[in-house]
């Protein structure tokens, strides 16, 4: 038995670019989760921010405090308190303070700084200084590269001393490097628990939505099971969604069946009433033999294959919504081959058949051996003195039938010319020129294909193609 074919990678894409329901639900819930843990990190960073530099801005407020409630003026000079931070003390420690007065060109000047800052100066930008002005006062917080380019947080606050006669500007400022690496460091942790927190709720909406869709899977499964055969109707039980649509198919099958069921009987009914005369006229006129009942007995004859081919269409046509019904072939081609055997012993010395004792036909057994027996009566009538029927799998849905012989074969523009209904290259075999374009009907009929082809065995080859039933 031949392996079935892989999906190629065109079908496979094919298939990924074809809308699913599953991938459609997952990818809006993945979408939404993703956003609203984004929304969801941000805002847990910005807060952490905010809050660490609430902390630190206390921290420097303070520094600020204990300069204003510490400094003083003797003789026109301002005087530090001693008790500031002993970091200060230390050359670009990271900790700085500095009391400045505003000159009349808008810009900062340091009357007095802390030793930390060496040569070093604390400036403002000119939105600051504004701000400053405008609220006395009030604390104001900024950013600034410091000594050693390091970010600084500093903190101004314009107020008056005592016996100094202009304002005064104290700042402080400290390293925030710290405190922007707490940030980062906290941005990162919250961003891969976020991730991983991702990762466990989409796969939950994939598991979710797997879930919540199997009832469809299943009645999918169950509809392929009615047109493959392998079941009759419908029987599972549903939720109440879906419950009405396995109803209504259940109802359209039997409705489909039915129709069926009284074509097949209008057909019958027709055969019947048309034979009937028929055999009576070909009867009386071979009990008068003569010219007229010649004439009158070939026509009925004519008139009787015609009969036979069109009813056989009006199966075929019927049996195309067929109900699943299923075939097996070996069984069938063995029958057929010991029957042209015996029809044709004078002629045939074999007819060589094989086929897989699982390969089934999805179809009706009479419409295969109407098939199978037309092309191998066929092929048994021109052979030399064998014949070949293989019936093999062909991909997961289809069976390949192959019937071949040894006899003169056909030119290539003669084989188109065949499948025409009545055509007969040759006058003097018997038969009415209707056989091989029933079996084109009926493969046609069952969505199959029908091609002729040269034989390595000298003859013609008939290649079939029809439908498959699993298992």
């Known amino acids: ?171 402080s400022a400290q390293d925030r490097s710290e405190v922007d690496r707490d940030v980062r460091r906290f941005s990162a942790e919250i961003i891969l628990a976020l991730l991983l927190f991702a990762v466990g709720l989409i796969a939950a909406v994939i598991v979710q939505v797997r879930v919540g869709l199997r009832p469809l899977f299943a009645l999918r499964r169950e509809v392929a099971a009615v047109r493959t055969g392998s079941s009759e ?19 359209l099958m039997a409705h489909n069946h039915a129709v069926v069921e009284r074509q097949r009987t209008h057909v019958g009914n027709l055969a019947h009433a048309l034979k009937t005369p028929l055999s009576v006229i070909l009867t009386e006129a071979r009990n008068e033999p003569g010219p007229l009942a010649d004439l009158v007995e070939r026509q009925a004859a004519a008139m009787g294959q015609h009969l036979e081919h069109h009813l056989r269409r009006a199966r075929a046509a019927a049996r195309n919504v067929s109900h699943g019904e299923r075939t097996p072939v070996a069984p069938l081609l063995e029958e057929l081959s010991r029957t042209l055997e ?59 039938l192959t019937v071949e012989d040894d006899g003169p074969g056909l030119a290539d523009h003669e084989r188109g010319e065949v499948l025409r209904r009545g055509a007969r290259l040759d006058e003097s075999a018997p038969g009415s020129g209707l056989g091989l374009s029933i079996v084109d009907e009926l493969v046609r009929a069952y969505q199959g294909a029908l091609t002729l082809e040269a034989s390595d065995m000298g003859g013609l080859k008939v290649a079939i193609l029809l439908p498959r039933a699993d298992g």
């Open 1 to 171: 038995m031949r392996e079935p074919r892989k999906p190629s990678r065109s079908a496979l894409r094919s298939s990924l670019r074809r809308p699913s329901l599953v991938r459609r639900l997952v990818a809006l819930a993945a979408a939404w989760s993703v956003l609203i843990l984004a929304i969801a990190g941000l805002s847990l960073t910005a807060f952490f921010r905010n809050t660490e530099l609430h902390r630190f801005d206390d921290d420097i407020s303070g520094t600020i405090d204990g300069l204003v409630a510490g400094a003083s003026v003797e003789e026109q000079h301002i005087i530090p308190p001693s008790s500031m931070d002993t970091r200060t003390q230390r050359a670009y420690s990271g900790e700085y303070w500095q009391i400045s007065t505003i000159g009349s060109d808008g810009a900062l000047h340091a009357v007095i700084r802390s030793r930390s800052l060496w040569d070093h100066v604390l400036t403002a930008p000119p939105p600051m200084v504004a701000k400053l002005k405008a609220s006395p006062g009030a604390v104001i917080f900024y950013d600034m590269p410091g000594p050693v380019r390091q970010p600084l947080r500093i903190a101004a606050l314009l107020g008056r001393l005592p016996d100094f006669p202009a304002p005064v500007v104290f700042m």
């Open 233 to 251: 109707r419908i029987e599972g039980r549903y939720p109440s969604e879906l419950e009405p649509l396995a109803v209504e198919l259940n109802a």
């Open 342 to 400: 015996k029809i044709f012993r004078d002629k045939v010395s074999a007819v060589d058949w094989r086929a897989d004792d699982e390969l089934v036909f999805l179809g009706e057994r009479q419409d295969l051996l109407e098939i199978a027996g037309n092309v191998m009566e066929n092929a048994c009538k021109w052979c030399t003195a064998n014949v070949r029927a293989t019936a093999e799998a062909r991909g997961e849905r289809q069976i390949l």
